[in-house]
């Protein structure tokens, strides 16, 4: 077998490869539940059809897909410059411990400014935590991949200082919680289901996708990903990248942690995310680094988590078996991804192995 | 031709009556996981009890869970279990406790169990055990079984049951010896092996000869056999990590509760209340005493017996705190949100 | 004295996993792979060490099955992202996810076993020492053969280094295989020595740790075995210093070696001739031999 590159990107794989990746996943899962013992056909549907299927279940897809959305699109615009922000999931914490400040010290503010500045002080939280990285690699060459992700430790350590001790909920029993944010605090819901927090994660990723494609920046952001040296050339400063990506994907990182805090999770504590800043790294990348791809590979990614957490409870499946089958998702994903770019000729017996 | 039909019609009605009881579905009862049924501790446990309801009620129960269910995102867990048919749902971490309101408020009809949780529902339970009760048994053991006197406790994070756990092994140790110190070691994880091994030998070169741990692995335990020490097993009966190491555990025995809790939906009395259970009803027990002098395991049963009989409370006023003021009385509400020291640890709580 | 040699066998452990992971990656970076499915192959290695030392009975049987199921992971990768020119950063990402639930799988009937703790040798754990013989011959190896110039070139520049005729698939797929084995190997050391015993996720985000320990040793051996030892010094120092009582808070000192990390490493990059001279310049690139 081998892989010749394509005279120019195939589009019709570019639309069907995300299919026959699904479809392969569904025969491996099929194999993976008979093995189980469990009727092959009956898993499939409870793991990619059924979720589709009833109202609640869509909205919650969209719930969970929002912020890997919304930080996919973000790390998707910064991978593009070669900027490796791996601390996402640090930029959500520090996003959510300063839009969480607002409620804890001002717990009877209750006016639409409120939930306004706590979604403002997210994103800055978010900037500020990302922006160290891009200082410390600017100023002293320290590499981001490093420093982005040893943040993620120090800054999930210094929420848990909080909200064991001085925003610890005075009448909460001493429980590592802050108080329940109401009213104006809290997000609020569109559909019985959908927050806002969605609309904002779909609009973000949708105007990232025209910065990209039709403004300066995006056009300086790709040339600086596909050549440092033209870029240095045209007179954009590889610093000034740095840090605008990292301000970036900082920025709606620390917003999905505002949201978080006031939808889903509802005040502050120990753990705000199951790990979403480091899920959108692979949302990034499934989506091609593009802004508005980023938006579906978010919905496939949380339809992989909504699809298995329901074979778990419905047909009592171990949680690690979804954790497999996510992976081999991802696997074909990537694997069919290739035939985008590259065909595979040579599919004759006597191929030699070309290295 | 009269009699054949009365007959007919009685036989109708009975078939149709006993086909109406056959077909009353199986109740559903779920639980959700914080973690892995495989960590052998905490979550472990929760599934032991599982299992017992199954044994107990055959085909009338129908059983579900979900495991390594985190808290941020455990809400749509929750609902997804209502959704499906679940009848009562426990909830097995305190930071469920949000969710599960939440749950509760849109599915009426459900009963919803919260684990260390203190806001209940009308139809939201909570539930607890006494396990200081084991905790005041094993400082006692600890003070007779030490050379040192020191006991070195592995802890993951500062909540009110590891703060009450701490207090409630202090007391029992002080009960033997009053200079007994500890030495506390906060691992900030409820689960990594390796560091609570790490944890556990950097006590033991601190000057402590027992381990005691609140955190989930047999890792301590094993630390402690391979470097001669003694210590105390959690969740689980871990000897068999640790044969020569290990002098008790305290056993989560949560199958009486449950088999309790879903009994009384099966016949209709079920209510919201807050349970606290512990030895007397069989939800904390002690593993079996080993690697001890009979005397010591004698005074540990006594100890154990007295508590269960409800003659010994670990915390019997006055109790003198930290700081040096005294306690008269330590009540249920103060246990359940215990953040402060007795007198005599060496360690700062988060205020 | 006694206090400092008992901290010193402690400290030693706990770098040893993070420092084997990292040997391994250091070379599957230097020839321009960037690999981060550590975590996954550790703990694949993990499993599969403790069940081989579980169904033999001899802790030593295990080591093998660590080492292979590390390769085995690593193989996965390597076609993925050498034959399929797949991504290699998300490719990673996902043979973590594939390892940990894998690994779960696996070890279902493991949980609650006790194991065998490999016995030590001269009175410590053998893997430390050998530990320390590895970060030599990587080193050797980088340097001072002529295999070690080829891998560096081909993590340098590719296009030139198949110009001289070297097969960069090749040498990239052997990489790739010996990063999987020593990641293979740190999870075998967790589940063999450090605590015997099987529990899900028990790396505990470790491979994550000897990913970031790559970057900050500038992709030298050496310094790598320095960064595990920095690492885990800090990491035992902060349990010290709670045992002391002496009322930090517990996060605070948590957060040490994470920081200490970052300050060392912004130090080190200071000078950054030796940055660029170390970078190996295609990290993460794909490469395809054009007709």
């Known amino acids: ?355 | 031709m009269k009699k054949f039909l009365m007959t007919a019609a009685a036989t109708a009605l009975m078939l149709g009556a006993v086909s109406a009881s056959a077909s009353a579905e199986a109740l559903k009862a779920c639980w959700v996981y914080v973690g892995p049924i495989g960590d052998f501790g905490w979550s472990y446990q929760h599934h032991n009890g599982l299992e017992a309801v199954k044994k107990e009620f055959g085909d009338k129960v129908e059983t579900a869970y979900a495991e390594s269910v985190a808290e941020a995102d455990s809400e749509k867990t929750i609902e997804r279990f209502a959704r499906e048919g679940c009848k009562i749902i426990f909830t097995t971490s305190f930071g469920y406790m949000e969710p599960t309101l939440k749950v509760a408020a849109k599915f009426p009809d459900v009963k919803f169990e919260h684990a260390t949780g203190y806001k209940t529902a009308d139809n939201v339970t909570t539930y607890n055990a006494k396990f200081h009760e084991g905790r005041y048994v094993i400082g006692q053991i600890a003070a007779k079984m030490s050379k040192t006197g020191i006991a070195g406790y592995i802890v993951s994070f500062p909540i009110p049951e590891v703060v009450a756990g701490i207090n409630a092994f202090m007391l029992g140790a002080q009960s033997v010896n009053p200079d007994f110190k500890v030495k506390i070691v906060w691992a900030n994880t409820w689960f990594d092996p390796a560091k609570e091994a790490d944890a556990a030998k950097v006590l033991l070169s601190q000057g402590a000869d027992i381990t005691v741990q609140h955190t989930d692995s047999a890792a301590p335990l094993q630390t402690a056999e391979a470097a001669g020490a003694f210590g105390f097993g959690q969740a689980s009966d871990q000897i068999k990590f640790a044969p020569k190491a290990q002098l008790t555990a305290i056993v989560d025995n949560w199958a009486p509760y449950y088999i309790r809790r879903v009994g009384d939906v099966l016949n209709g009395t079920w209510k919201s209340q807050q349970s606290w259970d512990g030895m007397a009803e069989g939800t904390v027990s002690m593993a079996p005493y080993t690697n001890m002098p009979e005397d010591v395991a004698k005074m540990a049963m006594e100890t154990a017996a007295a508590i269960k009989a409800g003659t010994l409370d670990p915390f019997k006023g006055p109790v003198t705190k930290q700081d040096g003021t005294v306690v008269d009385k330590v009540d249920a509400g103060m246990i359940l949100g215990m953040n402060w020291y007795v007198k005599g640890v060496d360690d700062t709580l988060p205020q | 004295m006694e206090l400092l040699l008992t901290l010193l066998t402690i400290i030693m452990t706990a770098a040893t996993p993070l420092l084997l992971a990292a040997l391994g990656e250091t070379i599957t970076e230097r020839a321009g792979v960037l690999n981060l499915g550590v975590e996954g192959m550790m703990v694949m290695g993990a499993v599969a060490g403790f069940g081989g030392a579980y169904l033999t009975g001899n802790p030593w049987a295990g080591i093998p099955f660590a080492i292979l199921a590390g390769m085995a992971m690593a193989l996965l990768f390597a076609f993925l992202t050498m034959t399929l020119l797949a991504n290699q950063v998300a490719t990673g990402l996902a043979l973590t996810l594939l390892g940990l639930g894998l690994s779960a799988l696996i070890g279902e009937r493991l949980v609650g076993q006790p194991g065998i703790k490999l016995p030590l040798f001269l009175g410590i754990d053998p893997l430390i020492p050998f530990s320390f013989l590895l970060t030599g011959l990587v080193s050797w190896f980088l340097f001072r053969t002529k295999a070690g110039l080829v891998v560096r070139a081909v993590g340098n520049n590719h296009a030139s280094a198949h110009a001289l005729g070297y097969s960069v698939i090749l040498v990239r797929y052997l990489c790739i295989l010996f990063g999987g084995a020593c990641a293979g190997l740190a999870g075998g050391y967790l589940s063999l020595v450090y605590t015997p015993q099987w529990v899900e996720n028990m790396t505990a985000g470790r491979g994550w740790i000897a990913l970031a320990l790559v970057v900050f040793a500038s992709w030298l051996p050496l310094r790598v075995l320095a960064g595990a030892y920095l690492f885990g010094t800090i990491s035992i120092l902060s349990f010290v210093l709670q045992a002391m009582g002496l009322g930090i808070p517990s996060q605070l000192l948590s957060s040490l070696p994470y920081l200490g990390t970052i300050l060392a490493l912004v130090v080190i990059s200071g000078n950054k001739a030796l940055t660029r001279r170390n970078t190996p310049a295609s990290l993460g690139q794909a490469f395809v031999p054009d007709r």
Not at chain 1, 107 to 114: E, F, I, K, V
């Open chain 1, 1 to 355: 077998m081998r892989l010749e590159k394509r005279a120019e990107r195939s589009p019709t794989m570019a639309l069907a490869s995300p299919f026959i990746a699904l479809g392969l996943t569904v025969i491996t899962a099929a194999i993976i539940f008979a093995l189980r013992g469990i009727n092959p056909l009956n898993g499939l549907y409870v793991y990619f059809i059924e979720p589709l299927t009833a109202l609640w279940s869509v909205e919650q897809l969209l719930v969970k897909a929002s912020p890997l959305i919304l930080i996919g699109a973000g790390l998707a615009v910064a991978y593009r410059a070669n900027v490796w922000n791996i601390g996402a999931e640090g930029q959500l914490t520090a996003g959510a411990i300063m839009a969480g400040m607002i409620p804890v010290m001002l717990p009877n503010w209750q006016s639409p400014l409120t939930l306004l500045l706590m979604l403002l002080f997210g994103a800055i939280g978010g900037m500020a935590w990302g922006s160290i990285s891009a200082f410390l690699k600017n100023r002293f060459n320290a590499n981001e991949i490093l420093t982005s992700l040893m943040l993620v430790y120090v800054v999930q350590l210094l929420l848990d200082w909080l909200v064991r001790g001085p925003w610890r909920d005075p009448k909460g029993f001493n429980f590592p919680k802050s108080i329940t944010f109401t009213d104006w605090q809290l997000l609020p819901y569109i559909t019985s289901g959908i927050h806002l927090g969605v609309v904002i994660a779909l609009v973000m990723a949708l105007v990232l996708g025209f910065v990209m494609t039709r403004t300066l920046k995006g056009f300086e952001i790709t040339v600086s990903g596909l050549s440092p040296r033209a870029a240095r050339f045209s007179g954009f400063s590889q610093q000034r990248t740095v840090m605008f990506c990292f301000l970036l994907s900082g920025g709606l990182a620390g917003l999905a942690g505002a949201i978080e805090i006031s939808s889903v999770v509802g005040q502050l504590q120990p753990q705000i995310s199951p790990g979403y800043g480091f899920a959108a790294i692979i949302v990034a990348f499934l989506g091609r680094l593009n802004p508005v791809g980023a938006i579906l590979a978010g919905l496939l990614l949380a339809l992989s988590y909504i699809g298995g957490e329901a074979v778990q409870t419905a047909l009592q499946v171990p949680e690690k078996i979804t954790r497999v089958i996510q992976g081999v998702l991802l696997f074909y994903v990537l694997a069919c991804d290739t035939l985008i770019n590259y065909r595979i000729s040579g599919l004759s017996a006597a191929t030699q192995v070309r290295v």
